[in-house]
């Protein structure tokens, strides 16, 4: 039987959600903030931590902000809903459907981590996982939930020469930012549709 356009796309979106989700409960459930598990040396590793903003850790503005962005999150995810099944109608290119839908599944990822885990885990600290639907409640009330981050690419780390000027002798770490598959989607799905997908845009203007 012929998937349509859009199951294939929903289920392109469950699987993606799916690993997402799970990785991220089996880093909150096993793994105490600040630890780390080399998987390629030193230059990749699994690092846990969580934070309250937006992608790569990125903060916004305390608690109103954090209130906010998680709307503003449910808002974007319900625009791009309706954006794909009108691109679908239309008969844009696979390509096209599957980079919006890679940025949906980065919203979506990212917003059920905020709604939800501050309801369901306990508090993960430096010295204690974090307990899965714990007696007396979670950490934290709806939509105050931290995003779990994990993925770290420290490509180059090392100590700068004392001769290079302000930076001599700090440490220079290439990349920093650690961040999630959600994460991951949206920049992979937003890259691919500006280099490959530029064209279709600018025709439908």
């Known amino acids: 039987m012929q998937l349509s356009q859009g199951k294939k796309i929903s289920i392109l979106v469950l699987v993606i959600l799916l690993i997402d989700q799970a990785v991220k409960i089996w880093i909150k459930t096993n793994m105490t903030i600040g630890e780390s598990i080399p998987v390629f040396g030193d230059w990749f590793q699994i690092y846990f931590i969580e934070n309250n903003g937006m992608a790569f ?82 950490y934290a009330p709806l939509m105050f939930g931290k995003v779990v981050d994990m993925l770290y690419f420290p490509i180059i780390d090392t100590t700068l020469p004392k001769w290079v000027p302000f930076l001599g002798g700090e440490q220079f770490i290439f990349f920093r930012p650690i961040f999630n598959i959600a994460d991951s989607c949206i920049t992979i799905g937003v890259a691919y549709l500006l280099i490959f997908k530029r064209g ?6």
């Open 57 to 138: 850790g990125m903060q916004f503005g305390g608690s109103i902000g954090k209130l906010l962005l998680t709307l503003f999150r449910l808002v974007l995810i319900s625009l791009i809903i309706y954006y794909i099944r009108k691109l679908i109608k239309e008969g844009a290119p696979v390509g096209v459907l599957y980079g919006v839908s890679l940025i949906l599944v980065g919203a979506v990822g990212n917003v059920i981590d905020s709604l939800f885990y501050g309801m369901i885990f306990s508090e993960s600290t430096f010295t204690d996982t974090a307990v899965i639907f714990p007696q007396g409640g979670g």
């Open 200 to 205: 279709y845009f600018s025709s439908q203007k």
